[in-house]
């Protein structure tokens, strides 16, 4: 996120990549010969010990093939396109240190409209067949069209989380959860922006509090303040009742649910809707928690993998990107005792035996059904996360 007003600056320094030595993504037999031996160096976060564990699994199969995956873990995705941006203007068009990047939003409408990343690939992957191009919002990314130069591996969408044991009706709007906050001190937080999932928080109240939630679909212009300030008046009367009184956040995602776990607070929320479960079953969370969604919905989207215009090792890259798309992968990212994803694919498209898989999944006790999912809201443009991040920051920011 932090990373979006950088490119704006430095893209007119910018000239035009060249393209040396780009394989042929459509030539599929050459992609997978080139990548023999090739070291893809995945940049992605490492925040939670199951992702680390299924990038390792993926790592594996991705050894099967001649290619070796090391995880570079992140805290910020910024990071790695940081990184990019660097060897960019130091010259360096080949041979650079990032291969693989897990992006969407801001990040990817930075890089791509800095012609930073290589591509069109994502469709010439063999296993894009399975992928539901129709039904999961898979082709554009927080409203920007991906055109290839990103190939999705899971799908997310905003759920709640509480303990059952202390909390009997959470709520299910934003008026209500205010109330709630008020009637319950200290019992709700959310992470500190510009982390991902606390500008998640930022964007799933700004839809319900717009005046006119059609206008996020746009960039943020001169609209802006008139759009978010009521977002601003519910957050200056939200923040004292916050867990520690808003003078401290938690650091990511996973620490929020272990404030649950460890009874300092009693609702939460995750991008994940099997994360609860899998949290469950890792006695990370207590077996009363379980999930909801909002009344009028929650924000949904896909994650991404895209590869670096000078990335060193662009054909392991791809494999590795297909691997990410396979129905054995898919189905063990959506098991909750894994990472529990949505998946990206159309079971239709599945044979019997790749859909069986997926049948056989057990979504765990605190996983929503699809139809309790319901619809995903689509994402705001990216301009509106990062002046939301930003904005935050000047007026709650704090030093954790």
């Given at each position: 996120?932090?990373?979006?007003?950088?490119?704006?600056?430095?893209?007119?320094?910018?000239?035009?990549?060249?393209?040396?030595?780009?394989?042929?993504?459509?030539?599929?037999?050459?992609?997978?010969?080139?990548?023999?031996?090739?070291?893809?160096?995945?940049?992605?976060?490492?925040?939670?010990?199951?992702?680390?564990?299924?990038?390792?699994?993926?790592?594996?199969?991705?050894?099967?093939?001649?290619?070796?995956?090391?995880?570079?873990?992140?805290?910020?995705?910024?990071?790695?396109?940081?990184?990019?941006?660097?060897?960019?203007?130091?010259?360096?068009?080949?041979?650079?240190?990032?291969?693989?990047?897990?992006?969407?939003?801001?990040?990817?409408?930075?890089m791509k409209e800095a012609d930073l990343l290589f591509g069109p690939f994502a469709e010439q992957?063999?296993?894009?067949?399975?992928?539901?191009?129709?039904?999961?919002?898979?082709?554009?990314?927080?409203?920007?069209?991906?055109?290839?130069?990103?190939?999705?591996?899971?799908?997310?969408?905003?759920?709640?989380?509480?303990?059952?044991?202390?909390?009997?009706?959470?709520?299910?709007?934003?008026?209500?959860?205010?109330?709630?906050?008020?009637?319950?001190?200290?019992?709700?937080?959310?992470?500190?922006?510009?982390?991902?999932?606390?500008?998640?928080?930022?964007?799933?109240?700004?839809?319900?509090?717009?005046?006119?939630?059609?206008?996020?679909?746009?960039?943020?212009?001169?609209?802006?303040?008139?759009?978010?300030?009521?977002?601003?008046?519910?957050?200056?009367?939200?923040?004292?009742?916050?867990?520690?009184?808003?003078?401290?956040?938690?650091?990511?995602?996973?620490?929020?649910?272990?404030?649950?776990?460890?009874?300092?607070?009693?609702?939460?929320?995750?991008?994940?809707?099997?994360?609860?479960?899998?949290?469950?079953?890792?006695?990370?969370?207590?077996?009363?928690?379980?999930?909801?969604?909002?009344?009028?919905?929650?924000?949904?989207?896909?994650?991404?993998?895209?590869?670096?215009?000078?990335?060193?090792?662009?054909?392991?890259?791809?494999?590795?990107?297909?691997?990410?798309?396979?129905?054995?992968?898919?189905?063990?990212?959506?098991?909750?005792?894994?990472?529990?994803?949505?998946?990206?694919?159309?079971?239709?498209?599945?044979?019997?035996?790749?859909?069986?898989?997926?049948?056989?999944?057990?979504?765990?006790?605190?996983?929503?059904?699809?139809?309790?999912?319901?619809?995903?809201?689509?994402?705001?443009?990216?301009?509106?996360?990062?002046?939301?991040?930003?904005?935050?920051?000047?007026?709650?920011?704090?030093?954790?």
């Amino acid at each position: 996120m932090r990373l979006a007003l950088a490119l704006a600056v430095t893209t007119a320094l910018i000239l035009p990549v060249h393209a040396q030595n780009a394989p042929d993504p459509s030539d599929w037999d050459a992609v997978t010969e080139a990548a023999q031996g090739q070291t893809v160096y995945w940049h992605a976060w490492g925040g939670a010990t199951p992702t680390n564990d299924f990038i390792a699994w993926i790592g594996d199969r991705a050894s099967e093939q001649g290619v070796t995956l090391e995880h570079v873990k992140l805290a910020d995705t910024a990071d790695a396109v940081g990184a990019v941006v660097t060897e960019q203007q130091a010259g360096r068009d080949a041979d650079g240190s990032v291969d693989l990047i897990w992006i969407n939003g801001a990040n990817f409408a930075s890089m791509k409209e800095a012609d930073l990343l290589f591509g069109p690939f994502a469709e010439q992957l063999p296993n894009w067949r399975y992928v539901d191009v129709e039904g999961k919002t898979v082709t554009t990314d927080f409203t920007v069209p991906t055109e290839g130069y990103e190939s999705p591996w899971a799908m997310a969408q905003l759920v709640f989380v509480y303990d059952g044991a202390r909390v009997q009706d959470p709520p299910r709007t934003a008026p209500e959860l205010l109330a709630w906050a008020e009637s319950n001190p200290g019992r709700f937080t959310y992470p500190q922006p510009p982390d991902f999932l606390g500008t998640t928080f930022l964007k799933q109240m700004l839809i319900e509090l717009a005046p006119e939630p059609a206008a996020l679909q746009d960039p943020a212009g001169e609209n802006y303040d008139e759009v978010t300030a009521p977002l601003w008046s519910f957050l200056d009367t939200l923040t004292p009742q916050l867990w520690r009184e808003g003078r401290a956040y938690p650091e990511t995602g996973p620490r929020m649910l272990q404030l649950i776990n460890d009874g300092e607070t009693d609702l939460a929320f995750s991008f994940s809707p099997g994360e609860a479960s899998t949290a469950i079953a890792n006695f990370q969370l207590p077996e009363s928690v379980r999930t909801y969604v909002l009344e009028e919905g929650t924000i949904g989207n896909a994650s991404f993998v895209a590869i670096p215009y000078n990335s060193s090792a662009k054909e392991g890259a791809m494999v590795v990107a297909d691997i990410l798309l396979s129905p054995d992968a898919q189905a063990r990212a959506q098991d909750p005792a894994v990472l529990g994803y949505d998946t990206v694919l159309d079971l239709g498209k599945l044979s019997e035996a790749q859909r069986a898989a997926f049948d056989a999944l057990d979504l765990g006790v605190a996983t929503l059904t699809p139809e309790e999912l319901g619809q995903a809201l689509p994402e705001p443009h990216p301009s509106w996360a990062t002046r939301l991040a930003e904005d935050w920051v000047a007026r709650y920011g704090v030093a954790n």
